[in-house]
């Protein structure tokens, strides 16, 4: 089944980033059969809940993240918000402890890993591993437990769930509930909403053995990356997004910048409108009066070229040598209000300009 996921995945152009890993595949073979990970740059518009990101030392975090684990020793990462609260001092957030391999959880959450030890640790446990397991919510060992998040916060009610990695659209090669079923971890998380200084949730891990119940790990600010903050002193860290796009935090604290116009710029741009519109109206009314002014005395206008007979000679020009200079290229229309129009407007802006 993990052949079959793979295929239409490695079908799809990766972008891999040169900076992780040589640009090369990660092999990793904690889930007791090999996989391939392979760590591709997107844009942040292209981040879903769920997905796992990684975010490098002194880059902009894209999403709210869940922090999973880190460079630093316990699984810790620092990041500045001066960019979200103004404070410039770093901020220490800490990565809930992850059981690898049925290992003790706390034990997991001290010393210093490898990225391959992390992503190893990560894979054991979503859906990267195990592309066709359910959740650790849908264990029937925590069925006897009540709901959570209780929270009494306006406009914030209610939860969601995310699975880790991308989910493989094929629902119905998923494992069923009961015994030998397969489970990931998943996180419960409170909606969108915009607290920064607040969060709730938590982490189900799977169970440490067949039958047995599945560990829930609760979550806080502590635990929460804001999109928007600075990665300082740590190489790397990794996280599942939480809130993305239009729901992250950051966003929905944000609002519409006030217009910076003073009363006099109003009144000039107002001004300014009036000008143009009166100047539209003149031109109009120009060129409709000279259209109606040169059918009038079109007979009389022999000296602009205009004449309906175009054999007849140039008056006056009928004496002497006069008489050889022969017939004009006479016109036999005046301009129409289009062509009096931009007449009227050129010679206008001519004038302006002298």
Known sequence: MLEDAAKSWWTKTVK????????????????GHETRIAFESVHRMNIHAGDLVLVRNREMIPADLILLASANEGGNA???????DGETNLKIRNSPPIQFNGGDATAQSHGVESMKQVVERIANISVIGHPYAISSLSNPANADEGPILERNVSGNCGRFKLLFGKVVPNDTK????????????TLT???PNTHVNTYIGKLSLPPDS?????????????NLLLRGAVLRNTEWIIGVACFTGADTKLVMNSVATPSKF?????????TVFLVLFIMLICVCSLGAIAVYENKMCFDQLWYTGFSTATSDPWPYFNLGE????????????????????????LVEMILLCL
């Open 16 to 31: 891999r980033d040169p900076h992780l890993n040589d640009g090369k595949d990660l092999i990793v073979s904690g889930v």
């Open 78 to 84: 620092y990041i500045e918000t001066s960019s979200i």
């Open 262 to 270: 003073s009363q006099m710029d109003v009144l000039i741009n107002r």
């Open 210 to 222: 067949e039958g047995g119940r599945s560990v829930h790990q609760p979550l806080n600010i502590e």
């Open 189 to 191: 998380s409170e909606r």
């Open 322 to 345: 006069s008489s050889d200079i022969g017939s004009p290229e006479w016109e036999a229309a005046t301009p129409n209000w289009i062509q009096s129009t931009i007449l009227v407007r």
């Open 174 to 185: 998923r494992s069923t509930v009961g015994e030998g079923a397969t489970y990931i971890a």
